[in-house]
């Protein structure tokens, strides 16, 4: 796979994802030995323009795993010449030149694609804006299913949460929609419900999905919940019962006994923390799952060259 930039998740056909899922299985091997020297000529900048505890430090851990050397600033609004007025392509145009790969968190959708249009070494979009995308997690998300899951095909996924910002679920839903016979169902007060986007991805690429409110009915069936954060203060002035969306032992009884629950992290009060005993919770094995894609995404940057 001739890989450029890390912009969107709909750029991965079928056959990128399984070559991608093949180097991960290697990356664990790798990460159990401790690592390897293989690319201790590379350097990875880091650049953050809005907070990040997983992504950020899973891809530096992913550099150095690497034998790579890494560049960070986790606070570029304030510690980078973006403070003084600079813009972003000329920030890119700048750190360009002192390292090989560059994964950025942008406060505004689209930027890592600004980033990319200027950028002479690869962008790795580590979330962009509100409602742009997050492609590294939902690879990450989709290698769980699949490791979880033994398989992509056939399976029902409920989303749940602030569907309309979440980033994460959009770039899944667009990863999820490439594989037979999917069936998705998005849980979530109409006021945040999945965006017109993704519905007509779906209706173009003919994948079954379904729009609810209410959950009671929908969790019974699916192989996967994928929980999401609900932003709380959006909702004031409404009567909408959020708990009914939260994860909780009740949830849990209601719950397929092989079905797993997913999270990009962090949680707030959406997944009660008795449920982290249970077996289906498969948050941390996929945070986990962050560093061996993250940097098996980094190898198949670095050997194109
Ligand atoms: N899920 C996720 O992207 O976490 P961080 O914001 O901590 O990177």
Do not use: W
């Not at 749940?160 to 979530?188: H, M, N, P, Q």
């Not at 849990?252 to 962090?266: E, F, G, Q, T, V």
């Amino acid at each position: 796979m001739n890989l450029q930039h890390v912009i969107q998740s709909q750029q991965f056909s079928v056959p990128n994802l399984m070559e991608l899922f093949g180097r991960t299985r290697q990356m664990e091997t790798i990460v159990r030995r401790g690592g390897t020297r293989d690319y201790d000529d590379k350097i990875m900048a880091s650049l953050f323009y809005k907070p990040s505890t997983r992504t950020r430090f899973s891809f530096e851990s992913a550099m150095y795993r690497l034998g790579g050397k890494v560049l960070s600033t986790e606070s570029a609004k304030s510690f980078s010449s973006a403070i003084e007025g600079e813009q972003l392509e000329d920030t890119i145009r700048i750190i360009a030149n002192y390292c090989d790969v560059i994964v950025l968190r942008h406060n505004e959708e689209g930027g890592a694609q600004r980033a990319a249009a200027v950028s002479p070494v690869p962008i790795i979009n580590a979330g962009d804006g509100g409602g742009g995308q997050h492609p590294t997690l939902a690879l990450l998300d989709l290698y769980t299913i699949y490791n979880e899951c033994k398989t992509l095909d056939g399976l029902s996924v409920a989303m749940i949460g602030a569907l309309d910002t979440g980033r994460t679920v959009r770039s899944l839903a667009y990863l999820l929609s490439k594989f037979e016979r999917v069936k998705l169902y998005f849980l979530a007060p109409p006021e945040m419900q999945i965006k017109q986007d993704i519905i007509n991805h779906l209706q173009e690429h003919d994948v079954s999905f379904q729009l609810e409110s209410d959950p009671s009915e929908i969790i019974p069936k699916v192989d996967v919940v994928y929980q999401t954060r609900i932003d709380r203060e959006r909702l004031q002035g409404k009567e909408v019962d959020l708990s009914q969306y939260n994860i909780n032992p009740d949830m849990l009884k209601r719950m397929k006994s092989d079905a797993i629950i997913m999270h990009p992290l962090p949680r707030s009060v959406e997944i009660d923390p008795v449920v982290d005993r249970d077996p289906r919770a498969a948050y941390f094995r996929q945070s986990q799952n962050g560093l061996f894609v993250r940097m098996a995404l980094l190898t198949m940057l670095f050997d194109k060259e």
